[in-house]
């Protein structure tokens, strides 16, 4: 089950803000990429042989695009994989990346949408926005920054269908540049969905901010596993694969992916932090204990991520 990689063209670099560059990529024969819904993102293997996922950026359409577009930000402690992005790629090289996966995707039955964007979290929610404003739909994108100077993709932010629906709040501006987050969600809408991505700091005022809606309206995208998520391992226990019918048993130390293996069964993964939803496969939910940020409560009834879920007692039954 190893996950297809395409080789793109990198066909346009430009300088979005002082940290975040952009980078379009298209097929290197002028085909479409596969087609994806706002929201989805992609694994980009960058130079150096890292792998980092990337929102894409604008909004897909409804038939197979001709580009993706995703914006980096040089993270100041760059684990190696944003730095590759910055300074060794360039216009014209090929690179490989996964096809786009969607693990944050606007909610259809929403009445009312309420994207709130801290930083380079805007990627995701800005395709969001486009996406809505094509259908009509009625949403608000909040964005959340140091200063113009450090908004990104500030062009299609001035787009007629999109402008009236932003919202800045800018740090180093005055008042009348500012959102306060407390009264934005005081009052939880009925029908009204809320989607957030940015740093752990923006995520955790959010998440502190909106504790008191319902769940289910709550939609987050995480860059890296919240400080306080609880990693992969615990007590030990079983793997019952309910297909093979076998059993694989899960050390104390050990995350239910690496256990399968281990006995050389391929399951794909790629950010293993819960995050990206590669290595999700189906299986009786509620005797999880899930620890991923890709799974909606509803689909963890019936869906599991493997690179960090454990069982609530001595066996967890998977689909396979
Ligand atoms: S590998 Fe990304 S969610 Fe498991």
């Known amino acids: 089950m190893l996950e297809r990689i395409l080789t793109v063209r990198v066909a346009r670099i430009a300088r979005q803000t002082p940290e975040i560059l952009s980078f379009e990529f298209t097929h290197p024969l002028g085909r479409a990429l596969p087609a994806y819904q706002a929201g989805a993102h992609i694994d980009v293997h960058t130079p150096g042989g890292f792998m980092r996922q990337y929102s894409l950026a604008q909004d897909g359409g409804d038939a197979a695009p001709l580009s993706y577009l995703i914006g980096v930000k040089r993270e100041g402690a760059s684990r190696g994989g944003s730095a590759a992005m910055h300074e060794r790629v360039r216009e014209g090289d090929l690179v490989p990346i996964s096809a786009p996966r969607n693990t944050f995707p606007v ?3 929403a009445r009312r949408h309420l994207l709130l964007a801290g930083g380079i979290g805007m ?61 934005l969600l005081a009052e939880p809408a009925a029908d009204t969905h809320l989607y957030v991505c940015g740093p752990a700091g923006f995520m955790d005022a959010v998440r502190q901010a909106a504790a008191h809606w319902p769940e289910d309206a709550l939609h987050a995208e995480y860059f890296a ?57 189906a299986g009786e939910g509620a005797g999880a204990e899930h620890r991923d940020f890709c799974l909606t409560r509803s689909e963890r009834s019936h869906k599991i991520a493997l690179c960090c879920a454990r069982a609530v007692g001595e066996e967890l039954v998977l689909d396979l």
Do not use: Y
């Not at 993709?153 to 919202?167: N, T, Y």
């Open 107 to 109: 909610q259809a039955a």
């Open 123 to 183: 990627t995701p929610l800005l395709a969001m926005a486009q996406s809505l404003a094509r259908s009509g739909a009625d949403f608000t994108l909040c964005l959340f920054a140091r200063s113009e100077e450090h908004l990104a993709f500030a062009e299609a932010l001035r787009a007629p269908a999109l402008a009236p629906h932003v919202r800045l709040h800018l740090d180093r501006e005055g008042a009348g540049q500012k959102i306060d987050l407390r009264a």
């Open 225 to 281: 596993a919240p400080a306080d998520a609880g990693g992969a391992t615990g007590k030990p226990f079983v793997l019952k694969l309910a297909q093979r019918g076998i059993t694989v048993p899960v050390a104390a130390d050990q995350s239910a992916v690496d256990a399968l293996h281990g006995v050389g069964i391929d399951i794909p993964v790629s950010c293993q932090q819960g995050l990206c939803g590669t290595c999700v496969v």
